[in-house]
């Protein structure tokens, strides 16, 4: 097992033609974490929105009127919390009858002005909406070195034009499967969308709900890649969405519904990182702290000869 | 050096008395080939043919049995890196640390509490392993009065942790018929340490530095009688066990190394204790010493190891068929799901909290949600179809209505075609079944 995991660029500096104040390149693994050289540490994003309608009770008790206050928000992802990424999911766009896409460009730019994270940006989910709201976000990150997701195997002409036009990188999410996945990358990689500019979601099912298939896709998608499979030798994301509203938290008696949701993301993005993922992606912001250390810790481990 | 399943048979007494656990001495013989068991459950073997057996069979990482009686469990017998390669066979024993020098009524109530702690997630139940003694006080005395405390709490399996034989000894003294396992043994005091193993025939952790120690280690106690060997790597930090554990592992499947081919050891009292915990389960370690941990963290370590354990070839499932729920009478709404575990019992609770009888029709989509089956062709008219056939359906209620999950809606056409039963679309999400069920049986 000679191969390399591809390098991804995840946002710009100004001398790199951004406005960041850090920029990240995941991946270049030769090994999974713990069995050689296993490339650059997983990074850890927090995830906000600009529709907290749709956003678990439990970050929301939380954040409290951070929630209705992006800059804010994501200014505090950065500030107070310590994430690597700020991870801005467009939940206003899911809403019945949405029809301003110019708004999402505005939140993405809104964000961009209040911190000098790198941003990840989770987009529409409807075909419809799908060319303008990616336009917009590409078009209000031009120089910024975005991941923009996501693209699937029925919709990713729209995020992929927009990632081309604008130099952004993509987010290619499959369920968890190892040739739907495989499949993407070359489809997007047809659409002129080079593997430099290509992570992986193999989609992250919740601890408990789908975990364990995606640990293990996670573990395959790395090894093939790892023997010599160019199209799945992209870095990978992690993001398990719906880890916050699983029965577990949502029916914790409230003095540990908090340590739950925390514990409940934990597991799961740290075992993602150990599968392999290059980006982990939680929405509680205590999860970041206790993640950046697991996985430092994790980074810092040494071996034997 | 591994041998063929004809060559292991022809070694084997073929009187298929399954004594060893197997119908015949060829499923013995196969299972022995693939590496999946050791040759000594077998009682009819004589020594010769047992070391012959067990150097070309035995799995790379040895079996282990840690404690007595029906919390006893076993560890090792494991055969891959990957779980996707084959499986995990035995999950990790997972042990909560008392400290001797704690009032011996604390550490009876901490035994107790981890012999009680049970989690219920999708049939299965989900428990701690046994108790860890560690002997902080340095007295002998102490650290048997401490063992002695834990006595009460019947078989629940024991873990004993201290530098100094002599608290080893005095401890098995009271406690040793349980079988705990011993920490450790080391370069210092192994003699003395496998001289205890082997008097009281319990599992022995070795730890050492480096992994040329390691196997020197292993090599020296087993020789010296000890009857099974742990290895603890002596990690400085999380990191470290994930890498040396990672290394032990590769040399153990790859069978490089024989004396390296033990389950492994790790105490995360040191380390920062989630992500210890994690690493543990996620990266071989086969018993694992933790402190008392709340609620959550206990919650989420377990469901980590309950997902990481079940084979990924086989999601856990239900057996198809109809289920009553709340006492249903023949009017009773049927409410058709799939054999997911974890779709049954997602239901069950919302429906048994609803209060509404009825009945729960579970057909076979070997064991896919409801989605994935429908997307993957295992949930459709045909197997409706022949589910309502194969099941007393028709003669358990008195009507000819089903419902189908809100997922399930594009085949609502052809079930009704396919099979004459009136068809209706049930809400997507399991939490509003009982609003929709209570609207559908007053209208
Ligand atoms: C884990 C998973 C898998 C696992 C399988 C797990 C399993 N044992 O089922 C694996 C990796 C094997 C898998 C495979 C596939 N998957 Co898949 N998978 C998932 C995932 C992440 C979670 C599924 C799950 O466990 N749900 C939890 C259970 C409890 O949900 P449920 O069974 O639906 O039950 C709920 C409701 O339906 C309701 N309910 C249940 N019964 C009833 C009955 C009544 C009467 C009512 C009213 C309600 C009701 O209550 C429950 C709780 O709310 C989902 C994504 C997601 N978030 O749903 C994708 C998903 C279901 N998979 C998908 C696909 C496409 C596939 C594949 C076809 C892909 C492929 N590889 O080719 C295969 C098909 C399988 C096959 N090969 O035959 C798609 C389906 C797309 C679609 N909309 O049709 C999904 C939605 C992912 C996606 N977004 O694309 N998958
Ligand atoms: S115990 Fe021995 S003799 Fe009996 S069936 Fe098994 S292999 Fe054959």
Redesign the pocket.
């Known amino acids: 097992m000679t191969e390399r995991i591809t390098e991804v660029a995840v946002g710009a500096t100004r001398t790199e033609g951004g406005t960041r104040t850090r920029s990240y390149r995941i991946g270049g693994a030769s090994a999974l974490p713990g069995m050689g050289d296993a490339g650059s540490r997983p990074l850890v994003a927090l995830e906000i929105c600009d529709d907290p309608a749709l956003w678990p009770a439990v970050v929301l008790e939380e954040v409290g009127d951070l929630a209705g206050d992006l800059a804010g928000w994501a200014r505090a992802a950065e500030e107070w919390w310590n994430a690597d990424l700020v991870r801005l999911v467009l939940t206003s766009t899911r809403r019945r009858g949405f029809d301003d896409p110019a708004a999402a460009g505005r939140a993405v730019e809104e964000v961009l002005a209040a911190t000098g994270l790198p941003l990840v940006v989770e987009g529409s989910a409807d075909p419809a909406l799908d060319t303008e709201v990616f336009r917009r976000c590409g078009e209000a990150g031009e120089g910024e070195r975005l991941l923009l997701g996501t693209a699937?195997a029925e919709r990713y002409r729209s995020v992929a034009a927009a990632a081309l036009a604008y130099g952004h990188a993509v987010v290619a999410q499959?369920?968890?499967?190892i040739?739907?996945a495989k499949q993407l990358n070359i489809l997007l990689r047809e659409t002129g969308v080079s593997h430099d500019r290509i992570v992986i979601d193999p989609?992250t099912?919740a601890l408990g709900?789908?975990f364990e298939?995606?640990y293990s896709?996670m573990e395959r998608v790395r090894t093939a890649a790892l023997a010599g499979d160019a199209d799945l030798a992209m870095p990978m994301i992690s993001a398990a969405q719906?880890s916050l509203t699983v029965k577990e938290v949502r029916e914790a008696p409230d003095e540990e519904r908090a340590g739950t949701a925390v514990e409940w993301e934990f597991y799961a993005a740290f075992a993602a990182a150990v599968a392999g993922a290059g980006i982990v992606c939680v929405r509680h912001p205590r999860t970041v702290g206790v993640l950046k250390e697991a996985v430092a810790d994790l980074w810092e481990g040494a071996g034997w000869p | 050096m591994a041998m063929k399943a004809l060559e292991v048979y022809k070694l084997l007494p073929k009187t298929n008395c399954k004594e060893c656990g197997f119908p015949t001495c060829l499923a013995f013989a196969m299972k022995l080939a693939a590496g999946g068991v050791e040759p000594e459950r077998c009682p009819y073997l004589d020594e010769e043919t047992k070391a012959l057996l067990g150097g070309a069979t035995r799995p790379p990482v040895r079996a282990v049995t840690v404690g007595v009686g029906a919390r006893s469990f076993t560890v090792g017998e494991e055969i891959v890196m990957f779980r996707h390669e084959k499986t995990f066979y035995h999950r990790p024993g997972i042990m909560v640390c008392a400290a001797d020098t704690s009032p011996v009524a604390e550490i009876r109530r901490t035994a107790e509490e981890v012999r009680d702690f049970v989690v219920h997630r999708v049939g299965q139940d989900l428990t701690l392993d046994g108790i860890a003694l560690r002997c902080e006080s340095g007295d002998p005395d102490r650290f048997a009065a401490a063992a002695m405390a834990v006595g009460e709490c019947g078989d629940l399996p024991r873990l004993l942790i201290a530098a100094d034989p002599a608290a080893h000894e005095a401890a098995l003294r009271v406690c040793g018929q349980f079988l705990p396992l011993i920490h450790a043994a080391t370069t210092e005091n192994h003699a003395e340490m496998a001289a205890l193993a082997k008097r009281y025939g319990c599992p022995l952790v070795v730890r050492a530095e480096t992994q040329v120690k390691l196997a020197d280690l292993a090599a020296q106690c087993t020789a010296a009688g000890a009857p099974a060997v742990l290895l603890d790597p002596a990690p400085r930090t999380m990191g470290d066990f994930v890498a040396r554990a990672s290394h032990l592992r590769e040399h153990a499947v790859t069978r490089a190394a024989p004396d390296l081919g033990y389950p492994l050891y790790l105490d995360t009292v040191p380390l920062g204790t989630d992500a210890a915990l994690a690493a543990g389960i996620l990266r071989y370690a086969g018993v694992i010493a933790v402190p008392p941990l709340p609620h959550p963290s206990l919650l989420a370590a377990l469901t980590l190891r309950q997902n990481i354990y079940t084979d990924p070839q086989k999601?856990i499932q239900v057996a198809p068929g109809i289920y009553p729920v709340n006492n249903p009478g023949r009017d009773a709404p049927v409410?058709?799901?799939?054999n997911?575990s974890?779709?049954y019992f997602?239901?069950l609770g919302?429906l048994e909290a609803a209060k509404v009888p009825c009945y729960l029709f579970v057909v076979d989509t070997?064991?896919?949600?409801?989605?994935?089956?429908?997307?993957?062709?295992?949930l459709d008219e045909e197997v409706v179809k022949k589910a309502i056939e194969a099941t007393d359906l028709a003669g358990t209620v008195g009507h000819r209505t089903i419902?189908?999950?809100?997922?399930?809606a594009p085949l609502s056409g052809r079930i009704e075609e396919a099979t004459g039963w009136t068809v209706r679309v049930?809400?997507?999400?399991?939490?509003e079944?009982g609003e929709?069920l209570e609207t559908e049986t007053e209208g």
């Open positions: 699937e499959t369920p968890i499967d040739n739907l989609y099912g709900y789908g298939y995606s896709v719906d | 999601p409410l058709l799901s799939v997911f974890l779709t997602t239901l919302y070997a064991g896919l949600s409801v989605l994935t089956a429908v997307a993957g062709g295992k419902v189908i999950p809100g997922f399930a049930g809400p997507r999400d399991a939490a079944i929709f």
